[in-house]
């Protein structure tokens, strides 16, 4: 996997940007942790589950997954595969860089968008989970803006990078 981009190509605001992508998902995560033992020890030690705990843990890691493809993206650390490209010229890796980042964009932008329709049609009857009845439409939006938001980092932060070793920084 080739290295994240440093610290200093990655654009302003993003340490900012990260750290509260970060905290919003230790938030979700441990929610997500404190409901899981709540809901065992109930079970277990009570014998009273916690009502609708399969529910909120589908809707919260929906959320904190969705939550990271932002946090990735602006870290420039997706999963990637070098079987071909490691052995390109070190002058051709920022422009591979920027032409992947725009092909994922793209990717993820269709995602978003077929994400956001789903959500709608979600919304349109009015689904909601089956026992505590939370609707499900706005984790949908949620996901897709999250997905949206991801594939504009994706263009952008391999770009900036590009942009920057052009000018010779």
């Not at 970060?22 to 809901?39: E, H, K, S, Y």
């Not at 020890?41 to 014998?47: C, E, H, K, S, T």
């Not at 009845?133 to 949620?142: N, R, S, V």
């Not at 980092?153 to 920084?169: D, E, N, Q, S, Y």
Request: with cysteine.
């Amino acid at each position: 996997m080739p290295e994240a981009l440093p610290e200093t190509t990655r654009p302003r605001g993003a340490f900012g940007l990260r750290a509260a992508l970060a905290v919003l998902g230790g938030v979700l995560l441990m929610a997500l942790m404190g409901m899981t033992v709540t809901d065992v020890i109930g079970r277990y030690l009570f014998n009273a589950p916690l009502r609708g705990a399969t529910e909120l843990t589908e809707l919260l890691l929906a959320a904190v997954v969705f939550l990271g493809l932002p946090a990735v993206a602006l870290a420039d650390e997706h999963v990637t595969v070098d079987l071909v490209t490691d052995r390109m010229p070190a002058a051709v890796k920022p422009w591979r860089g920027a032409a992947t980042g725009l092909f994922s964009a793209v990717v993820l932008a269709v995602v978003a968008w077929r994400v956001w329709v789903y959500a709608a049609q979600i919304g349109g009857y009015g689904g909601t989970t089956t026992t505590l009845a939370i609707p499900i439409a706005p984790l949908g939006y949620f996901c897709a803006v999250c997905t949206g938001f991801g594939a504009l980092l994706t263009a952008l932060v391999p770009a900036h990078a590009l942009i920057r070793h052009l000018k010779g920084h």
